[in-house]
């Protein structure tokens, strides 16, 4: 954690609902943003912009680590997630894969961030799960209800302990994510709320027992277990592959719902993301796609991966040329407490798409 110094001029003309660095850097989804445009709406929404600012600081911190998280996912690829407005706005009022995981991972983050929050006692409005206590205690060899393949802790143990409050936090970013969307049911609406929602659930069906002993000298003769979250690197891992694998559907004729294209595919479940629109190639620039193209990107020449020059590339072909890096190297500890190094040039060969 490193402190951010802000010029005392930026405090004063700051409105406090305002958040200064989030206007810059929350493109995906602005919390504070959102509460301007609907400061006169009644309901949850309002609720939480006008009486939980903490929450609504745990709402943009969940942004903000979907959004890194979908950099890190696309890092490989012709569209890398990039943040640059011009790009993701488009991307977001489509609704292709991209959209999709973005919603998804988007609505993931929100709830991640909230229950974290919770177990840390940062949010007054919530605590730890305490609900575990009263579910009954899973005989050895027995499988914990959303959890197939984490077999339960063997041996004494009890519910107990800070469990992440994992309902409190998908509760919470329903009401600020889906409210607004109640009364609508087109097609991207739909899929919006969809994806939202297999954004969660990639945490919740996901959450695995977590123990800590007790009894003397570490004995454990007795333990208690609590319900973790799944790290965000796995729940962004998983959405990942929900992506590949996501379904594309078009609208059902009731009007009110969407049904897969194509008879024979099997409908997408809950945990599955769906799209409806195709998506562009992204290889040249295109400002109604929000395609940036990838000129100019690193690619790597031997892979025949999505990173690899001739995917990333689009068959333009690629430049290689040797680079000279300066690196940290005889890296010696002193006592105490330095470390201290040389720095040594590195060559390394870099190719960029042309
Ligand atoms: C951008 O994409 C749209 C939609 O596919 C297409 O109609 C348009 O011709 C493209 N523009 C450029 C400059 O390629
Ligand atoms: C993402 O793609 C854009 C456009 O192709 C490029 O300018 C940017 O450097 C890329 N970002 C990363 C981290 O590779
Ligand atoms: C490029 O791809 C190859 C083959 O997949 C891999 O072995 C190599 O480590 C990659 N290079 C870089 C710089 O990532």
């Known amino acids: 954690m490193h402190a951010v110094l802000v010029p005392v001029y930026l405090l004063l003309v700051t409105p406090i609902t305002g958040s200064w660095w989030a206007a810059g850097s929350l493109v995906v989804m602005d919390p504070y943003q959102i509460c301007k445009k609907t400061r006169r709406l009644k309901g949850k929404l309002g609720d939480i912009c006008r009486n939980e600012p903490a929450l609504l600081k745990q ?7 979907g959004q890194k998280e979908c950099q890190y996912q696309f890092r490989y690829r012709r569209w890398n997630c990039t943040t640059t407005r011009r790009s993701m706005r488009k991307v977001l009022l489509r609704d292709t894969r991209e959209t999709g995981f973005v919603n998804a991972i988007t609505a993931a983050g929100v709830t991640f961030a909230i229950t974290k929050a919770c177990t840390m006692g940062d949010l007054v409005e919530c605590s730890c799960d305490k609900n575990m206590k009263k579910m009954k205690k899973l005989k050895k060899g027995e499988k914990m209800k959303n959890l197939k393949n984490v077999p339960v802790p063997e041996g004494d143990w009890e519910w107990g302990g800070c469990g992440d409050n994992i309902n409190f936090g998908i509760r919470k970013s329903r009401d600020f994510m889906d409210t607004r969307y109640k009364k609508r049911s087109d097609m991207k609406t739909l899929v919006k709320l969809h994806n939202y929602a297999a954004g969660r659930l990639a945490i919740k069906n996901h959450m695995r027992p977590e123990c800590k002993c007790h009894g003397l000298s570490g004995s454990c003769t007795l333990r208690t277990c609590w319900r973790k979250m799944p790290s965000f690197r796995e729940v962004g891992n998983r959405l990942k592959e929900r992506f590949d694998g996501a379904a594309k559907v078009i609208a059902g004729n009731d009007g009110h719902s969407f049904i897969p294209e194509g008879e024979t595919i099997k409908p997408p479940g809950k945990v599955d993301l769906v799209y409806s629109e195709e998506s562009p190639k992204f290889c040249t620039p295109n400002s109604t796609l929000g395609s940036l193209g990838t000129q100019g990107r690193l690619c790597n020449a031997t892979s025949l991966g999505e990173e ?17 890096e300066e690196k940290n190297c005889f890296c010696k500890f002193h006592w105490c407490c330095e470390v201290k190094c040389q720095t040594c040039k590195v060559k390394r060969t870099v190719s960029t798409c042309l």
């Open 59 to 65: 709402i943009a911190n969940g942004v903000a680590m």
């Open 308 to 324: 690899g020059c001739d995917i990333l590339c689009c068959g333009r072909g690629y430049n290689t040329k040797d680079i000279v």
